[in-house]
């Protein structure tokens, strides 16, 4: 399977669990002590948003406008489909890109935005009772790309690069990239 496959199935993995987001549960607080639900599923959209605005060399979405209002499914499958067309297109994934932790490839900025639904899906399922179950190919991956981008930068308790936690090495493959990021699986 390619990595645009194997995208896809953490995609709908991530659009699963937002689809099944109770609208009440919008104000509930996650693992990201910063962020309400509704703060976490804006930073996914407009991340998703902004990716794909990089790809194709448009100007960059402002990431404070509330793109969830009472739809969150929406707003994430919309934002979705404008970045898979993008990566998705002749040559996308042979790009350089530019990100704020310097030029990525276009594997590793595709990879990048896999992680953070996998991540941030794990949030989500932990704040509004469900449980996340996406496909294991891509969690050690990223968790490895990270070890080597976040190499060296400083991380704090309780936010998004968060002081990696200790965890058993054969423990499941999401818990392990979540303990990574400072999240107690």
Not at 136 to 148: A, K
Request: aromatic share 8%; net charge negative.
């Amino acid at each position: 399977m390619g990595l645009l496959e194997q995208f896809d199935d953490v995609a709908v993995e991530f659009s699963r669990l937002v689809a099944a987001t109770p609208l009440d549960s919008l104000e509930a607080p996650t693992p990201c002590a910063e962020w309400t639900v509704r703060l976490l599923l804006n930073h996914v959209i407009t991340g998703t948003q902004w990716y794909a605005c990089v790809i194709e060399g448009r100007a960059t979405p402002d990431r404070s406008v509330d793109q969830v209002r009472d739809d969150p499914i929406r707003a994430f499958s919309r934002r979705l489909r404008e970045f898979r067309a993008a990566i998705g297109k002749p040559g996308a994934l042979d790009g350089t890109y530019h990100h704020g932790l310097g030029d990525m490839s276009g594997p590793t900025y595709l990879m990048m935005r896999a992680n953070e639904y996998l991540v941030h899906g794990w949030d989500l399922a932990r704040a509004t009772g469900q449980v996340a179950d996406f496909p294991d190919d891509l969690c050690l991956p990223c968790m490895d790309m990270y070890r080597t981008i976040l190499a060296g930068r400083l991380r704090e308790p309780g936010r998004g690069f968060g002081i990696e936690l200790s965890i058993a090495s054969d423990a499941p493959p999401l818990d392990r990239l979540v303990a990574f990021f400072g999240r107690t699986p």
